[in-house]
């Protein structure tokens, strides 16, 4: 297996249900070249009786990028990373996090952090059948265990089984009481957690997610750990993406206007809809906050969500866009701090 550099992990985009399909995954690609993309997270129950074509499919500029898996049976899980790497994937991530009712009456998610030998089990047999990377995605405790032992026996169980990447939300996962929304706010960030299980472990790949909002708090992080993941960051403020190349890879280059993301989303809209029938407003949902914090982004917002304009072809409603944006941008009260 040829393990790529640390600098794989360095930024990547969080998995989101719902959030993080392909077209969502081609409109970020647009935005850095070097930032790994994830997945939503896919069940081994749907890739066993599913539409494998429906979960897998995927557009060649979105590489690098990895598929998440859920699941916890060990031969479902090679059956999943077997099909992911033949599809093209990058690497093949194991959903350890996820705190939500459905997940957790699979047997998977944050729930798999309680038994750690079965998690090593899948892990194996997922490294036994493929040649990319295969990483996890966990918590750092689940409930009301708040002890750093509880996180690194974990780690270290699980690396014993050869898994050398783990992407570390820094919150508990409470499986009680708490919905998946505000499993992602309420219990506290604990990123000392993280930098703790890179000094314990030097020879893993350690990444931070949860709660980074600024390429300053990226940059802090990335003084104790080797990446940093964003969600909801990354998908309500994109632009922040535009940076990351320079920033993060010394990858300077060009940075393209929002007018030339738009017009090659519209040029993806009518490919897609040539290649498989794919309407414009799915694909255009994802590209919302591509002018949060300019003037007019709220107008322009209103048009690609204007749903009676579905049956417009997609480069009419670019033109209607850029007139709103236009009208606007002339307007006070359309203030550059228009929130997304």
Known sequence: MN????????????PMMDWTDRH??????????????YTEMVTTGALRHGDTQRHLRFNTEEHPMALQLGGSDAADLAHGAKLGEQWGYDEINLNCGCPSDRVQRGAFGACLMNEPHTVADGVKAMMDVVSVPVTVKHRIGIDR???YDFVRDFVGTVSDAGCKVFIVHARNAWLDGLSPKENREIPPLRYELGYQLKKDFPNLVIAINGGITTNAQMTEHLRHVDGVMLGREAYYNPWLLTTWDAEFYSDPHDTPTREAVEEAMVAYMERA??????????????????????????????VWSNHKLKPLPPRDVLNIAREALARGAEKPNEMPHDAV
């Open 3 to 14: 393990f790529p550099d640390a600098a794989f992990w360095r930024t990547s985009v969080a």
């Open 24 to 37: 969502c995954r081609y409109f970020h690609r647009l935005l850095s070249r070097n930032t790994l993309l």
């Open 273 to 302: 809809n040539a290649e498989d029938g794919c309407p414009w407003y799915p694909i255009a949902r994802h590209m919302l906050g591509l002018y949060h914090g300019q003037r007019g982004a709220r107008l322009w917002r209103q």
């Open 145 to 147: 265990i708040e002890s």
